[in-house]
């Protein structure tokens, strides 16, 4: 089994973090997005649309984070990362698609304002980075309601915090993590799963 990314990659991490979940190592093929290497006819061929992570297994091709981590969850020994009670299992996947609905986008454009400035040689625009960081806030607000009472989206850790990790991750090296502070139960259930061995792997990968 290979995987074909760049370790700082939102994506790439996602699915580091499910095999270290799944305790299984796979082949780490490194694409080096600082050099393009994602638009080379080679990876294009992966992964059509130039953009990390790809999957191959014996043969079998598989791009887009989301997928990829359902495909190694069911097919990898080890503890499941999707809820076995139906009710749970649909509560995560509302939860992933909040994420990749309301949440990430508007993460990502604060984050990636600033991440990008300085390879501009400009100043961060701050109305951007203003109003990723209102988008993402909106999200949180729902996220915090959602995790009252509750140490996990869907019942145990799951897909759904795994998702969300990655997008933590850089609002805090960014210094943008007020707005995780900021909501009583987002900023403990981001103590819980962001020290998880698993997830410290996956970032350990960029360290």
């Given at each position: 089994m290979k995987v074909y990314g760049h370790p700082m990659s939102t994506c790439v991490r996602k699915v580091l973090c499910t095999l270290a979940e799944k305790g299984v190592e796979a082949e780490f093929v490194l694409v080096d997005i600082t050099k393009g290497e994602q638009k080379s006819p080679e990876f294009l061929a992966r992964q059509p649309f130039g953009v990390v992570p790809a999957l191959e297994d014996d043969g079998f091709q598989l791009y887009e984070s989301r997928a990829i981590i359902r495909y190694l969850d069911a097919k990898l020994p080890g503890t499941s990362l999707?809820?076995?009670?139906?009710?749970?299992r649909a509560l995560m996947e509302q939860w992933i698609s909040v994420e990749h609905s309301y949440f990430s986008p508007p993460a990502m454009k604060a984050i990636l304002e600033i991440f990008f400035s300085p390879m501009r040689g400009t100043q961060p625009n701050q109305a951007t980075i203003d109003e990723g960081k209102a988008g993402a806030a909106k999200a949180l607000d729902v996220l915090d309601r959602g995790l009252a009472g509750k140490e996990y989206l869907a019942g145990t850790f799951s897909l759904a915090e795994i998702t969300y990790l990655p997008y933590f991750q850089y609002l805090f090296d960014t210094g943008l993590g007020d707005i995780v502070k900021e909501r009583s139960n987002?900023?403990?259930?981001?103590?819980r799963?962001?020290?998880?061995?698993?997830?410290?792997k996956a970032i350990g990968k960029a360290r």
């Open positions: 999707v809820p076995a009670d139906l009710k749970d987002v900023a403990a259930w981001w103590g799963i962001s020290e998880r061995p698993s997830w410290q």
